[in-house]
């Protein structure tokens, strides 16, 4: 796919997807992957993606840097990871401020984002049919089935780690499929995305201040272990996942579209803002509490809004400001497909 020309404003815009990617990535149930298809660079993102093979390690090495980077679609890429790596430190921050104090609001808002996603990849989906319309459908079940699935048991057996690091990247990968929403699904979330992070980041802080004294901890090397293998399994699930959607949106591309579409409107299942969280309880029924001290999520007990708190009436306000914000999108991609056309004749 022919990289395509862009100026300043386009670059810092595509550092404010990136952002937004890692935003929505670090929410339960939101997909990151709705930002690239949305915004209009999804098609990009995974061609790019399928770049990172097997010749771009031997133009790497042999040093032809220049080619590596023409290759591999680097810029684009590396904007897009810079942007989620500072939302990491910044938006996904606040992010969790507002989850704690103003859930409601937060599910609100990417309910109605979701709702905008739909409306802007429908309305210019023209082909459907006796082909389209099933893949659709099976695209819809899927995505509301997931929804209403029990989570597992946590599992460190390193094969199944394994496993969790492949479909993580899904939230990346596919729009409307949330890795973290699939993780509380397989059980490991709290494991992978918590308490290994976190070890990660106290074994840096020793060594940094010359403590060595990790090594000798046995459960400290065990689930630093996990951590490595999950994230082998991200980079396989990554590359495999790229290569597998670069092939069918090459030659299947109305009929992968339907499917996401279907997906993309069964996952509103999840985002449903007027739910309850469950959280983890021992015998006793006290909260199971993370390496953080944080509450461990189990699942959630969705129910139907009351109509008359002037909470629900504030919540439905956060959705027409998600569906805004998607329409915003909209306008920002059809008005850049326009200066691209006049700029070709030209």
Known sequence: MPQQPRTFLDNFFLVIKGLCMGTANKVP?????IVAFVAGFYEE????????????????????????????????????????????????????YFLDHNEVFVWATFFGMVIGSIYHIGKDFAPWNKRTVPAGIIGLVIGISISFLNPAKENDNLFFVFFCGIVSVSGMTLPGLSGSFI????????????????????????????????????????????????????????????????????????????????????????LWPWKRTIFKVDKAGNPLLDSNGDKIILNYKRHLPQMAEAETWWAILFILTGILVLLILDWYGNNRKKNEQVRATR
């Open 183 to 270: 993780l509380i699904l397989l059980g490991n979330y709290v494991l992978l995305l918590v308490d290994s992070v976190n070890a990660l980041y106290d074994t840096f802080s020793e060594v940094f201040s010359g403590d060595f004294s990790f090594v000798k901890n046995s459960e400290r090397i065990q689930i630093l272990k996990i951590l490595g293998v999950f994230t082998l399994g991200s980079v396989t699930g990554l590359v495999t996942f790229s290569h597998l959607l670069s092939y069918v949106l090459k030659h299947f591309k109305a009929t992968t579209t339907a499917v996401l579409l279907g997906f993309i409107t069964g996952s509103l299942g999840v």
């Open 29 to 33: 149930g939101v997909s990151g992957g």
């Open 45 to 96: 993102f995974i061609y790019s993606l399928q770049k990172l093979n097997s010749k771009a390690v031997k133009l790497f090495f042999n040093g032809r840097f220049k080619s590596f980077f023409r290759y591999t679609n680097a810029k684009f890429l590396g904007l897009l990871i810079f942007g989620m790596l500072v939302s990491y430190f910044s938006v996904s921050r606040i992010l969790d």
